[in-house]
Every structure is written in C-alpha cells, then in structure tokens.
C-alpha cells in the first residue's frame, strides 16, 4: 500500500510589517501549526488567512525532510 502525502511550501505575509514566514500546507492540516506568529514584530495572525505564494513540492520529499526544520 502506499502512503500519499500532499504536502505544498507555502509564504504566508504578516498583516502588521509584510515580514514573510515560510509554512507548509500537508493533508493534515498547517505546519508547524495554523497560527504563525511573525518573527519580525511578534504578531500572531491566521497563516492559511495570509498566504502569498504557493510552492509545489516535489514528488520526492518526505516526511523526514520536515524534521529538519
Ligand atoms: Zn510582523
């Protein structure tokens, strides 16, 4: 059986300053988690509600890459 795992590079964009985070959108839900807080100003906002750009990932990635992070 194998495992499919969806998983896309996302920007989000702090509504405060623009400062940029980098998320990943999985079939599980957002990581490392749905709320990004910005590193630049500390403002905590929605990330799925200020993404910018999405980035497919290549078919090769797995789960492992992610513990890189
Ligand atoms: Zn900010």
């Known amino acids: 059986m194998k495992h499919v795992y969806t998983a896309y590079r996302a920007r989000s964009m702090c509504?405060?300053?623009g400062n940029e985070e980098e998320?990943?959108?999985?079939?599980n839900g957002i990581f490392p988690s749905s709320t990004s807080t910005c590193h630049n100003c500390s403002h905590s906002y929605s990330a799925n509600e200020f993404i910018c750009n999405f980035m497919e990932l290549k078919g090769n990635s797995t789960v492992s890459s992610y513990s890189t992070i």
Do not use: S
Not at 23 to 27: A, E, P, Q, S
């Open 15 to 17: 509504p405060v300053c």
């Open 23 to 27: 998320i990943f959108i999985t079939n």
